[in-house]
């Protein structure tokens, strides 16, 4: 079943602080559908300005997704999925997620999301030396 809705308090939040955290104005989540289904999916799109989100069961996935379409919106145009988004990303979930299912959701989707987290914590290892 697939319903279209508002966007949740805490979206709406998250976007507002994660936004004005990075110096930016909030992006602008265009749709926010929920679906009976377990994992969520999201796009940015319009030159990065706009958020899609369909939510599925699992509330943590949704964040995860909505924190992964923010990286892309925070972003340089030609990023994509390169190691420098990644990085940015990684950062997003590990101050504002749950790194639990952020680690379960990106590996899935991505091969360099694997990468980039190994060697964002080498580094903070390596500085807290």
């Keep these: 079943m697939k319903t279209r809705g508002t966007v949740p308090e805490w979206a709406t939040e998250l976007v507002a602080r994660v936004c004005k955290d990075y110096g930016r104005r909030p992006a602008v989540i265009t749709s926010w559908t929920r679906k009976d289904r377990t994992y969520s999916s999201g796009v940015t799109w319009d030159r990065r300005r706009n ?7 699992d509330a943590l996935e949704a964040r995860t997704v909505l924190l992964h379409e923010l990286a892309h919106y925070l972003s340089p145009v030609g990023w994509d999925h390169n190691l420098r988004f990644w990085t940015r990303c990684w950062e997003l979930h590990i101050v504002y997620g749950h790194l639990p299912t952020a680690i379960r959701t990106e590996f899935a989707y991505k091969a360099k999301a694997q990468l980039a987290l190994v060697r964002l914590v080498a580094a903070y290892a390596s500085s807290q030396a």
């Design 51 to 57: 958020i899609t989100i369909v939510e599925g069961t």
